[in-house]
């Protein structure tokens, strides 16, 4: 197991998600458009969680320019994991969204993918990743809490 001695919690709980080909038709540069996945894990299953309008970009052709199969990625070393499918009936994306009603807004823009055991041991091996536990978490004390900080996304 590889471990980074300066690496924060933070850090290995999340991992960028990269929006590109499954097959990397469109190749994988610097200019590759990207996001954050948040890792969490609820009843022995890992998932890694975004935000719904990240799932929405990737069938937008100019988020994923030229692709014939859009699919959100990770990458340990040189290996893609792809968090879609080419099947014999398409092209699926397993990724669950909540629901928005007629082009209006989600109110909850969140998107989660439960990630492969396979694709979860090479995340942990090679890059040292942890998931938030969501069964070990615990309600906080709000009565003590003395600060709030709140970040909405653009």
């Known amino acids: 197991m590889?471990?980074?001695g300066n690496e924060t919690l933070l850090r290995r709980q999340t991992d960028p998600a990269w929006l590109q080909d499954h097959?990397?038709?469109t190749g994988h540069t610097?200019?590759?458009?990207?996001?954050?996945?948040?890792f969490i894990k609820r009843k022995g299953r890992n998932y890694a969680v975004t935000c719904g309008h990240v799932v929405d970009q990737v069938s937008n052709p100019s988020t994923v320019p030229g692709?014939?199969?859009?699919t959100l990625a990770l990458q340990v070393d040189r290996a893609v994991l792809n968090l879609s499918?080419?099947?014999?009936i398409g092209h699926l994306t397993p990724v669950t969204r909540a629901i928005q009603k007629d082009g209006a807004r989600r109110d909850i823009d969140i998107a989660i993918a439960e990630i492969p055991a396979n694709y979860?041991?090479?995340?942990?091996?090679?890059?040292n990743k942890t998931a938030i536990d969501l069964d070990a978490w615990r309600e906080p004390n709000w009565n003590a809490v003395r600060m709030w900080i709140v970040s909405q996304g653009v």
């Open 67 to 70: 692709a014939l199969r859009p």
């Open 2 to 4: 590889t471990i980074h």
């Open 30 to 38: 610097e200019d590759t458009n990207s996001a954050t996945f948040t």
């Open 120 to 127: 979860w041991s090479l995340l942990t091996d090679r890059k």
């Open 23 to 25: 097959y990397l038709g």
């Open 85 to 88: 499918s080419v099947t014999g």
